[in-house]
């Protein structure tokens, strides 16, 4: 029987220090510094050569990370752990199986992928000169939600590596839709379809 899994991301709300949150830090660093020199030292000339030396470094790591912005990956907010595999007749989510006949209905959100680029604005200046965030993501804002009989639900995060992933589930999908665990709406967006005379078909 065909299948398909993914690795499940577990979200972790904390504090992340990023380089960028680093460099920015670092900028503030710079501004109050220069202000004190500015009002209470202005005729030390060795720290003013210092702190001139660490701009110009501020400088350079602005322009790496300009240039590397579109190779980098935002921070994983979270944990990758365990498998959640899809079956025509059930979900295993680390091992365990929910069943269709368990299952009230299904709700399936494709939002990201592995290597998704965020466009950068080159026509504004904010975007070009100054925007020196990762533009890289990391493929985790998927998730089914599951619905029991029971009134339970369970909502799964999970990690997507290819942009049209959800079209290898094209079987899956049909056998959900057969059962009623998932709505034509939602149906003819997995499938790829445009109307619901298509949807008849499957």
């Known amino acids: 029987m065909e299948s398909r899994s993914f690795t499940i991301f577990y979200p972790i709300k904390k504090f ?11 900028w503030i ?8 020199i500015a009002v209470f030292d202005k005729e030390n000339s060795a720290v003013s050569r210092f702190w001139a030396a660490y701009f110009i470094v501020l400088l ?8 590397t912005r579109s190779k980098r990956y935002v921070v994983l907010k979270g944990r990758l752990d365990g498998k959640i595999v899809f079956y025509e007749n059930r979900i295993a989510i680390n091992g365990e199986s929910i069943y269709l006949d368990e299952i ?14 965020i466009e950068v604005d080159y026509s504004k200046e904010s975007d070009l000169l100054y925007d020196i965030k990762a533009k890289r ?9 599951i619905i029991l009989t029971s009134g339970k ?5 999970f990690q997507r590596h290819y942009p049209n992933e959800k079209y290898f589930m094209a079987d899956i999908f049909r ?3 057969r059962q009623g665990k998932i709505g034509a709406g939602l149906a ?15």
Do not use: R
Not at 153 to 157: A, E, H, I, P
């Open 16 to 26: 992340y220090l990023t380089p960028e949150k680093v460099y920015y830090l670092l």
């Open 29 to 36: 660093i710079f501004g109050i510094t220069a202000i004190s």
């Open 60 to 67: 350079a790591i602005h322009i790496v990370f300009l240039l």
């Open 104 to 117: 009230e209905g299904l709700d399936f959100v494709f939002n990201d992928y592995k290597d998704k680029p």
């Open 137 to 145: 993501l990391q493929g985790v804002d998927n998730c089914v939600e």
């Open 153 to 157: 639900k369970v909502v799964c995060l």
């Open 175 to 177: 056998a959900y839709y």
């Open 188 to 202: 003819m967006e997995l499938l790829g379809l445009e109307n619901e005379g298509e949807l008849k078909a499957v």
